[in-house]
């Protein structure tokens, strides 16, 4: 599921063209085993199981959202209400950037 391929192969060395919403991606960043977009309209995309196994362990007995197990990309729900303009994910975890803040000195 890292890959966003979801019927393609396990491993590839050529380059695929993955389907995001026909949307524009403004960010883009991978996990160890997931990775997360943001378009140009805010919206954030997540694929690939790298966090099933962080939100199993959180959440016993509850049921994922799909964006935590999507071998292809699947809007990430709670953002609604949120325009993302940057995405970060390292090994255990995923983060957007919402706005930016400037300081004058």
Do not use: Y
């Not at 050529?14 to 085993?33: M, S």
């Not at 790298?50 to 990309?73: H, I, M, N, W, Y």
């Amino acid at each position: 599921g890292q890959l966003g391929v979801p019927h393609g192969p396990r491993r590839c060395v050529v380059p695929q063209a993955i389907e995001l919403h026909k949307e524009k991606v403004v960010c883009i960043a991978a996990g160890l085993r997931h990775a997360v977009a943001a378009t140009a309209s805010g919206i954030v995309f997540q694929w690939g199981t790298g966090l099933a196994s962080c939100g199993r362990r959180l959440c016993p007995g509850q049921t994922l959202p799909l964006f935590f197990t999507a071998k292809e990309p699947s809007r990430v729900t709670g953002l609604e209400n949120s325009k993302a303009m940057c995405v970060l994910a390292g090994s255990d975890h995923s983060a957007s950037l919402t706005g930016l803040l400037w300081l004058r000195a």
